[in-house]
């Protein structure tokens, strides 16, 4: 019986009328004990939204913690990327800002990662965070007009190339990180020539494709990178047995029937000797009737019995252990099936 336990005191299912069967058991049931069950039944409700209440609060806290935390995070290299900017390390001022905007996504974490990446000299990654803004914050100004002013000295410079695939992806070109956000769409700049881009998804999906143009140029690609294909591991082969009594135990067979033969052989004679001899027995006893003689006839009634029944084992015995019971082959691609000499059969 479960025992539920309520700070210092044990209580058992079986304190209650309902589980010890008085309730149905026990006779018509009492007025008041089942106005004790209607009292029950709102408080049980009651404390089923209140641990529904809890939960979701629970829930909520722990996604507002998570948010929490990933703000403080963001903040932190948003602050670092100033400090870096100050010493004049531009790179390591765009990468604690492109951290930043990884955590918390912002207009100002990504102009800032822009302006970082303009002034260390990466215009290509400098002209994609400029896409980048004009594309997700179309209604911010300071945003769009900062995008502007860069993507016009970086567009006559680079091949611009606008992508587009079916899943959402990342990109690389030439084996260098273009961006690891997955999105359906991407626009990033390269340098003059030839380039392969490739798509990669989250599942491990891929897709690649050479581009080439000259500076100033447009290219659009559409890609669709797909998972991988599990390999269809073959099943084994079931390993199949084919019997064949020609192989195997051959060598033995010979002396099995020999064997069983000749104790069919001498099983027979013998019943047909008792048989003989029992119809002897009956014919004196239809000559004399007497209880001895009754008596010496059923003897031999039954002796010959035994003997015709140890005939027919012994002739049993010996079909089975000639035909039935050869080596078993195992071989690849064979059927399974048993062939007696005079007579073929598969089963």
């Keep these: 019986?479960?025992?539920f336990r309520t700070g210092e005191r044990r209580v058992g299912l079986a304190s209650f009328p309902y589980f010890r069967g008085e309730l149905f058991h026990a006779g018509p049931p009492q007025p008041a004990l089942m106005a004790g069950y209607k009292t029950m039944i709102p408080m049980l409700r009651s404390k089923r939204l209140l641990a529904t209440v809890l939960i979701s609060t629970a829930l909520f806290a722990f996604g507002a913690e998570a948010s929490a935390g990933d703000l403080a995070a963001a903040g932190r290299?948003?602050?670092?990327?100033?400090?870096?900017?100050?010493?004049?390390?531009?790179?390591?001022?765009?990468?604690?800002?492109?951290?930043?905007?990884?955590?918390?996504?912002s207009a100002t974490a990504l102009r800032s990662a822009a302006r970082a990446r303009y002034s260390a000299g990466d215009l290509a990654t400098a002209g994609g965070h400029a896409e980048g803004l004009i594309a997700m914050y179309p209604g911010d100004e300071s945003s769009h007009e900062l995008a502007s002013k860069m993507l016009q000295k970086i567009r006559p410079q680079f091949l611009r190339v606008a992508l587009s695939c079916?899943?959402?992806?990342?990109?690389?070109?030439?084996?260098?990180?273009?961006?690891?956000?997955?999105?359906?769409?991407?626009?990033?700049?390269?340098?003059?020539?030839?380039?392969?881009?490739?798509?990669?998804?989250?599942?491990?999906?891929?897709?690649?494709?050479?581009?080439a143009g000259e500076a100033g140029e447009n290219v659009r690609l559409s890609l669709s990178p797909k998972a991988p294909e599990k390999p269809v591991e073959a099943e084994p082969e079931a390993a199949s047995v084919r019997f064949s009594p020609a192989t195997g135990i051959a060598e033995h067979r010979t002396p099995i029937?020999?064997?069983?033969?000749?104790?069919?052989?001498?099983?027979?004679?013998a019943s047909l000797w008792s048989?003989?001899?029992?119809?002897?027995?009956?014919?004196?006893?239809?000559?004399?009737?007497?209880?001895?003689?009754?008596?010496?006839?059923s003897s031999r009634q039954f002796r010959s019995n035994i003997l015709m029944g140890t005939t027919g084992l012994f002739a049993v015995a010996t079909i089975v252990g000639y035909f039935m019971l050869p080596t078993a082959e195992t071989e690849s691609g064979g059927e399974t099936g048993f062939r007696p000499n005079g007579f073929g059969g598969t089963f």
């Design 1 to 3: 019986m479960p025992v």
């Design 257 to 269: 029937l020999i064997g069983g033969v000749v104790l069919t052989g001498l099983a027979a004679s």
């Design 166 to 211: 079916d899943v959402s992806c990342a990109v690389l070109a030439d084996d260098r990180v273009v961006s690891l956000e997955a999105s359906l769409e991407h626009v990033f700049y390269l340098p003059s020539g030839s380039h392969e881009i490739v798509a990669e998804t989250e599942e491990g999906g891929s897709a690649n494709k050479p581009v």
């Design 275 to 297: 048989l003989w001899d029992t119809q002897q027995a009956k014919d004196d006893y239809v000559d004399s009737p007497s209880r001895a003689g009754f008596d010496d006839g």
């Design 77 to 105: 290299a948003y602050k670092s990327g100033q400090s870096a900017q100050m010493a004049g390390d531009d790179a390591k001022a765009a990468e604690m800002f492109e951290l930043a905007n990884s955590l918390m996504p």
